[in-house]
């Protein structure tokens, strides 16, 4: 008998469980080639379907993992598998100001980078000024999350 039951994966961030479920970070092959945004918009959406199962709260109030996921974000420190894949996705997702996220999706992100912002502004300056140099996605980016309430 074939077992059709999509089996749990685990992952972990530094001490952040996440469960994924085999084939949720599936990307359409179809649409590889046919359009460049598209495929960022699937990936967007692909990635920020993981992060949905990330406890956000566990890894915002853990000063150890924060410090660690900065130092990553920033190249000044190691990164686990699943950080690096972040850390690709986040040029994507400022650019996009997050337009192809979901409102909860958009929740999850604001109420992340208000905690950076307000417990690590340093670190919040540093990130943005990383991903954004120029500076010219960060107010539609933050005005498209704002729109989530």
Same mark, same amino acid.
């Given at each position: ?25 599936? +990307?359409?092959?179809?649409? $590889? #080639?046919?359009? @460049? ?6 990936? /967007?959406?692909?990635?920020?379907? !993981? ?38 996705? +986040?040029?994507?997702?400022? $650019? #996009?100001?997050? @337009? ?6 958009? /929740?999850?992100?604001?109420?992340? !980078? ?36």
């Amino acid at each position: 008998m074939i077992n059709t039951r999509p089996r749990k994966l685990v992952r972990c961030i530094r001490g952040v469980s996440i469960s994924v479920a085999k084939g949720d970070d599936a +990307v359409n092959a179809e649409n $590889k #080639d046919d359009d @460049s945004h598209l495929v960022n918009r699937e990936e /967007i959406q692909r990635y920020m379907s !993981m992060m949905e199962k990330i406890n956000i709260d566990q890894m915002l109030n853990n000063t150890r993992l924060m410090s660690n996921n900065v130092k990553c974000f920033l190249n000044e420190g190691p990164c686990t598998a699943h950080l690096r894949e972040m850390k690709k996705m +986040v040029p994507m997702l400022v $650019k #996009d100001s997050c @337009s192809s996220c979901t409102k909860e999706q958009k /929740i999850m992100m604001k109420k992340a !980078m208000d905690a950076v912002k307000a417990r690590r502004p340093n670190d919040y300056e540093k990130l943005s000024k990383f991903f954004d140099p120029e500076g010219k996605y960060e107010k539609k980016f933050l005005e498209n999350l704002n729109e989530s309430k």
